[in-house]
């Protein structure tokens, strides 16, 4: 079951994808490994590692009209699909599609490290999150970071926050960022494909300081 907010519906696909449905519009997030519900009216892509940039599960979804939204990154990769409409984004800016305003923030790694000094999602390669604002609802998908200062001023509904560790803040990191930012509703992610598992959304849950909804892949 998805979880509504106001007249937003918000549905896990597993891992960090998502489908954010309002008045009959769909916006997916990072789908990886999904079962299509639809075709998409904008499909916002975090950064370009295989698991958040999947352009077959991208193909499932994707009509003439779509928009893309991602960070520079990902561009040459979109550019394989020939379709849809390309909206490339750095951490700051705000692009309005469909009735929607797209806010990209900062999304990195602190302290996540792939080999001694070099972590997995450094500040400079320009990755983000988004704030999603659709029917007076804001939602914040944190894509793959760490509790980075840029989080700490967010002012939103619900908050998409990965919880599994290893490339992502940790339950106990993520429970820091949302009592620190206080959405109104808090939903983990990144869990159950690639590391982590349920144990750690239940742990976040027990931390947070926050309505925590544990959803059930879809």
């Not at 009959?24 to 975090?46: E, N, Q, S």
């Not at 990755?127 to 804001?138: C, H, P, S």
Request: charged share 30%; with cysteine; net charge negative.
């Amino acid at each position: 079951m998805g979880f509504k907010y106001n007249d937003v519906e918000i549905i896990w696909l597993g891992h960090a994808g998502f489908l954010i449905t309002y008045q009959g519009k769909r916006f997916y997030v990072d789908p990886f490994k999904i079962r299509p519900k639809g075709a998409a009216d904008a499909i916002l892509v975090t950064h370009d590692h295989f698991d958040h940039l999947s352009l077959e599960d991208i193909k499932k979804i994707l009509k003439p009209e779509t928009y893309l939204v991602a960070p520079e990154a990902c561009r040459e990769k979109l550019k394989l699909l020939g379709s849809g409409i390309v909206k490339i984004v750095k951490p700051g800016d705000v692009v309005e599609i469909d009735g929607a305003r797209v806010e990209a923030v900062p999304a990195y790694n602190v302290n996540k490290f792939r080999a001694p000094g070099v972590v997995y999602h450094p500040k400079e390669e320009g990755f983000v999150g988004y704030v999603l604002e659709v029917g007076g609802v804001r939602i914040y998908h944190a894509g793959d970071t760490d509790f980075v200062q840029e989080l700490r001023g967010l002012k939103v509904d619900v908050a998409l926050v990965p919880v599994s560790g290893t490339f992502v803040m940790t339950a106990e990191e993520a429970a820091e960022a949302v009592n620190a930012f206080k959405p109104k509703v808090a939903i983990p992610m990144h869990y159950g494909a690639i590391v982590g598992s349920r144990d750690d959304a239940e742990r976040f849950k027990k931390l947070a300081e926050v309505d925590v909804v544990i959803l059930e892949k879809e």
